[in-house]
């Protein structure tokens, strides 16, 4: 009898830790806790949790992921219910918050449900999680809200949520993107014509368009484009050159990023001065001028610098005009 209990136990204990073993992701340690002045320090790892439970959370976590990665064939262009049809262009969030938000400094979403609410200037008041995101919905993917109330967005929000659930505010290092300096003259789209033509058109095509991957019977993107109808819009984050620099600069190319400060400037020009969906919704973005950031190409403007200047640099006499008046 006692020996029977023993054999019992065992087996019993073995399907449990095989079960959990087969069905719980890999610890995936992505980058070790840094040092850099850049925010609070935490470890970037991709929370491998025997306490996720196996129930809906899970999947909500797991389905969240994969809108994040999948999101034209899950609420773009290619969901097969065209009600599901939020996403306006065939990105994904995951094409400019790499590795779905955990590549530290490539737009990193880790500690970001810990970050909202917040305030916006943009929209010049406090701002939800899925406020957020809908601003991304609306300018990055170039399409409509997402319904706050849906099983997506509750999913998002999920995946967000478990990634972050190990630091402890929203303060980490490696999240959104390293400041770089800024230049003493405009960017130039001219030079950058030519950065863009050695460094980067190889993946992202001559005209900007990307490229398919031919092994997806969906013909998803491989390397997203950078303009064009199926980009961004004019309002994203990314239309704005500063950012779109600090993304360059640390991101790109994604195996070895090398530009210099000057040449990710100006490769930031060169994608700027192409055509790509306009923002209709733009009039009442910064109510309050003064937050607006220096980098945003549209007026109306606090200052008399011209839409040229706002879009191109110099930003150094901007930010001391700034200065100079907060200072009287
Ligand atoms: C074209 C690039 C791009 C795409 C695609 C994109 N985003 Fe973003 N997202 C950005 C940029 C740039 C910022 C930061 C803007 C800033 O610093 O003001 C941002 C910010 C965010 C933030 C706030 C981050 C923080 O730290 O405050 C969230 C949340 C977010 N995005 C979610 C999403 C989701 C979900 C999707 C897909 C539905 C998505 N984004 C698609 C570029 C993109
Ligand atoms: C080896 C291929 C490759 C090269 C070369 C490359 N990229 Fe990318 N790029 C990618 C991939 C893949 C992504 C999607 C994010 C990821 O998975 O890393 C991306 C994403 C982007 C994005 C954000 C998504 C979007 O569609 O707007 C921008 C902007 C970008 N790259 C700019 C550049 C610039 C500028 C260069 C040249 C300095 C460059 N890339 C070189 C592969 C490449």
């Known amino acids: ?156 929000v999920a995946y967000m949520t478990w990634i972050s659930r190990d630091v402890k505010t929203g303060d980490v290092a490696g999240d959104r993107l390293p400041k770089i300096p800024m230049l003493d003259r405009a960017a130039n789209p001219e030079f950058g014509r030519m950065v863009y033509n050695q460094h980067c058109s190889g993946c992202h095509g001559l005209n900007g368009e990307g490229q398919i991957n031919q092994e997806d019977p969906k013909g998803g993107y491989y390397y997203p484009p950078l303009w064009g109808s199926d980009s961004y819009n004019t309002g994203a984050g990314m239309h704005r050159i500063i950012i779109l620099a600090e993304f360059i600069r640390k991101n790109m190319p994604p195996d070895n990023p090398h530009l210099s400060v000057e040449q990710a400037f100006d490769a930031a020009a060169f994608i700027e001065s192409q055509h790509r969906p306009i923002e209709p919704d733009v009039v009442d973005d910064y109510p309050d001028r003064a937050l607006k950031p220096v980098d945003i190409s549209y007026p109306p403007y606090a200052d008399k610098f011209s839409v040229q200047q706002h879009t191109y640099g110099p930003f150094g006499p901007i930010l001391q005009a700034r200065e100079k008046k907060k200072n009287r």
């Open 1 to 156: 009898m006692k020996y029977y209990w023993g054999w019992l136990v065992a087996i019993v204990g073995f399907v449990i830790l095989a079960g959990t073993w087969a069905q719980t992701p890999k610890t995936e340690v992505i980058h070790p806790a840094v040092g850099n002045g850049y925010g609070r320090v935490y470890p970037w790892v991709y929370p491998d949790d025997p306490l996720l439970p196996f129930d809906t959370e899970r999947e909500m976590v797991i389905r969240g992921h994969e809108l994040m990665d999948d999101t034209d064939r899950t609420i773009g262009p290619k969901a097969e219910d065209p009600g599901m049809r939020f996403a306006g262009n065939n990105l994904s969030c995951s094409s400019c918050h790499i590795n779905a938000g955990r590549k530290p400094y490539g737009l990193g979403l880790v500690g970001v449900s810990k970050r909202y609410p917040q305030f916006s200037a943009r929209i010049d008041r406090q701002q939800t999680l899925q406020g957020r995101i809908n601003g991304c919905m609306r300018r990055s993917m170039n399409g409509k809200p997402l319904p706050e109330n849906s099983r997506q967005m509750k999913e998002l």
